[in-house]
């Protein structure tokens, strides 16, 4: 298995799965109410032109996070 | 909690609620049912729309409530606590929980927490098709049994599905009388034994007995959840307290042992929970049909690097293009119509103030309110296939690193272009626009900013200024304007977030759906609704204005000694055109309209513009006696057309008298003196009171800014479009410096919104507080920059 990176570092086209959220309050709900939970896959679709927000794939639909937020989340990447 | 109705029941027809994550098809599904059966209002406090509707089934009537589109049901968002409070208030017989079947782990979470709440529900497993095509299958019988709630396989686009949906949704709130036994969940060991310790207590103190069952209950004490805390508090502080202890150690426990929080735990065991029972053999897919995602394929393009922007770009352009220039021509027929019926009124009903008020007071006011109605409709059109086809969400993804330096959102790009981001917008759709912000301080930012784009009512004072004024390079300084507008818009917006409006930015948190093509009836209704709104709200708050506005720029008028003389003249006029040879054509010039909310249709007073500038110059503004302005048109009339005849030259003589008249009365007005008494506040500026009147009447709407000047320069009806006459007389006018235009026009981009966008402003907000706001805040800060502009380009030149 690959190394522990924050999920904000994973390349366009790179796979990962998540290893756990690193956030508390509304924001960690949000996100792990979207499905952002320990065990799920995801893979980078791509970044906005000036490289933030990211676009993830995951459970078969694609999301936008700040690279902000996305920084809370921490992934093995594979 | 307020006591339960009759279950699931609205003035004895049965109720159920649609629910569903957003982009599930809920919407789609709720139109289906309801067609234009709908009923919009919002949840009581808060901005979140509230729609309802009948659907008939099997020969009876069924009211359907549309829950807002959410994911969970944890009451973070104002969504989410709307839609609880709801639940629990009107207490449907049952849910029906439009499930997008391709995505299908994240949609199953809020079916978990309906669920847990022990709410009876039926699936409406959305979008078979897609799924279909992706190589999905479900196992409905096996998700049936493992979830304990029945599903329908459908597909709301096409209908199939949903009366078999909503049948078992009659039944079964029949069967169960809103009220299921509630699905529990293992989460883990210390939350299970925790759970296990409070739910007896819960059970015993009767807490929320009916309405929600003690185990949710007690999750949501472990959870944090703020309004049950507060709830439980109110009701029952002692048992709260003691929940709460436990919930505290519990927590504590699991932050010392796992470094987590009990409410991440809850998420990891939902999912888990639904996970496992997918894996069950729920649902399976094809590896053979894998997609080939034709979203991936479009998105190449539309979010690529370059490509991207270029064609957010064009598709902005587009939809400004299609709203203002388009618009342009229902906008005509409304004015027009609206003009007609001046018109009309005009030629029947007797001289008068009644008859000032409903010409110039009512009728203008409302076909003001009305002239918008089609560019709003095409724009919400527009905004709505955007919308449907999930284009709009790739716009903020793509804009959002710029607006958030400001402190807005991604999806603020939108209402600022329609307010005038591209020159010639509007603010009132534009306001309208920001229902597309999902968070509510960014949307109250961009919501009071917008006002300082260049609108299309704006653009006429520029035109005409620009025109006179820089000669040089036009199409540079109207362009330097817009950018103007928009270099204060995110300046005011940053000043804003970090003061009135602070706050972190919230979580952005966004789905980019799949590109989906929108259907009409969704397109139809969304627009229609809000054309609708638009009108209703508006229209009643603005015909007061606008009436409010009339009379401050006709009374008192002038006295009868005033009035005397020019009525004196006036007759002295007529006998001279009376004693003509042909007198057929005579006919008096008619009283010009002091307020004018499209002065360029206007067919009453039209003679007026016939008038040649500098036929009463502006100092005579002073006594009507003494000014004698028929007498001074006579010489004027050289510089017209060597073949006037003696009755075109009565006929001038008149208009311009009547001109005289309209200025005086004006500047006589409540509005006249106010405009007179400012001077002392405005001179740094460098306006006058023909400059504040002109202003004021701005406020009602930025069309009457033109107009009015020309009435106060005695100019008579000055057409918006075409005022060439004002622009001469202007340029010609001394006063008028550079300091003097570039304060004008700065304080005119920046100043107070019109009405109608007040209006709007207060009625999306929900709040007198944002409308008092944008009117004040934004004059105080035209203000500022007009003295400065003034005062540093006179010291300049």
Redesign the interface.
Known sequence: MGEIISLCDLKKGQKAVIA??DV?G??????????L????EVSC??R??????V?LRF????????NR?AGFVRVRAS | MTAPAQQGAQGGHMLIAIAGNPNSGKTTAFNRYTGARQHVGNYPGVTVEKKSGTAHLDGRDIILMDLPGMYSMSAYSPEETAARQALAEERPGAIIDVVNAGVLERNLYLTVQFLEMGLPVVMCLNMMDEARAQGLSINVPLLEELTGAKAVPAVARSGEGLEETLRAAVELAETSGGRIPPLEISYGPDLDAALAEMEPVIREAGLFAGTYPPRWVAMKFLECDRDMLRAAQDAAPEVAARLQATADKTSDHLRSTAGVDAEAVAADYRYGWIRSILRQGVRTEDEQKKRIDFSDKIDLVLTHRIAGPLVLLAVLYGMYFLTIEVGAYPLDLVTGAFDRLQAAADDLMPAGPLKSLVISGIIAGVGGVLGFVPLIMIMFMLIAVLEDFGYMARAAYMMDRIFRIFGLHGASIMPFIVAGGIAGGCAVPGVMATRTLRSPRERLATMLTLPFMTCGAKIPVFLLFINAFFDENKTLAMFLFTLAGWGVAMLAALFMRSTIIRGDAAPFVMELPPYRWPTAAGVLIHTWERAWQYVKKAGTVILAISILIWAGMTYPGLSETEEAAYETQKSALEARLTALPQDDAAKAAGYPDLFQHDPAASTVAKDGKASAPGSTAPEDKAAPGSAAPADKAAPADGTGDAEETPRERIEQQLAALENARAAESLRDSYAGRLGTALEGITAPAGFDWRVNIALIGGIAAKEVVISTLGTAYSLGEVDAENASGLEQYIQADKSWTKPKVMAFLLFTLLYSPCFVTLTVIKQESGSWRWFFFSLFFNLALAYGVAVAAYQFLGGLL
């Open positions: 756990g959220v508390g509304e924001m960690g709900r949000r996100i792990r109410d979207m499905g939970t320990p065990g799920v679709v791509g906005a032109p000036l490289q933030d927000p676009a459970m078969g639909f694609t999301l936008t996070l700040r937020e």
